[in-house]
């Protein structure tokens, strides 16, 4: 079956670092997502990414599609407190689209402190 | 974003149970889908729903398990005999630009 890796899975970083996670795997995907889930809710919708290549920003969120569909990363940059939570990766088969079976990565746990 | 609800927040049930998983209120969506997220794991696709018809399902989403859109507006998920290891959250999505998550249903299997 079609499996993402999700890496790292936990971090503890300063208030006002940079943090990196990325997804990779050995099928193409052709629409990747970004989600962050806080304790006891459903996951929120960070960045979509629907193009190869495709380099993404929401505020000080970061995304990138990788060239050969296997693989995508998120950047934090300036962490603050409220960045906590769990962050997800999900690949979509069908491109150009969020329509269908997402496949979600094992979650990065990020942990910020002041 | 659109505002996605599920009730119960939390269902406490006896194995063999019958339980109803509830996402309200949906109107004027045609694609819905329900995930799974056993805790400390990752979410992992049920099933997703069409046009009143299943499109897709996973391996997990088996004879136990069905959908339905009974009266036009609530999405549900039943699992007719509830064992521990359906023990889990479980998370309606609705389509519009992309899946819009609910809050989730835990559910607990004693």
């Known amino acids: 079956g079609q499996q993402l890796n999700q890496s790292p899975q936990s971090m503890f970083i300063q208030e006002g670092e940079d943090v990196s996670m990325n997804c990779t795997s050995s099928s193409i995907f052709n629409t990747w997502l970004w989600y962050k889930q806080d304790p006891g809710e459903g996951p929120v919708l960070l960045i979509a990414l629907y193009k190869a290549g495709e380099l993404t920003s929401n505020g000080r969120l970061t995304a990138q599609f990788g060239i050969t569909r296997k693989d995508s990363f998120l950047n934090i940059s300036a962490s603050i407190p409220s960045d906590v939570g769990i962050y997800f990766c999900?690949?979509?088969?069908?491109?150009?689209?969020?329509?269908?079976?997402?496949?979600f990565g094992q979650g990065t746990i990020l942990t910020v402190h002041p | 974003e659109p505002e996605v609800t599920q009730t119960p927040s939390h269902q406490v049930t006896q194995m063999g149970q019958e339980v109803i998983l509830r996402c309200v209120p949906i109107?004027?969506?045609?694609?819905f889908y329900w995930y799974r997220q056993i805790l400390g794991q990752k979410v992992e696709f049920l099933v997703s729903f069409y046009n009143n018809e299943i499109s897709e399902k996973s391996e997990i989403f088996d004879d136990q398990f069905s959908v339905e859109r009974p009266d036009g507006s609530n999405f549900t998920l039943k699992i007719r005999s509830t064992k521990l290891e359906d023990s889990a959250m479980y998370f309606c999505a609705i389509q519009t630009d992309t899946q819009y998550f609910g809050p989730g249903t835990r559910l607990t299997v004693l």
């Open positions: 999900a690949g979509l088969r069908s491109g150009g689209t969020s329509y269908g079976k997402l496949t």
């Open positions: 109107s004027n969506h045609l694609y």
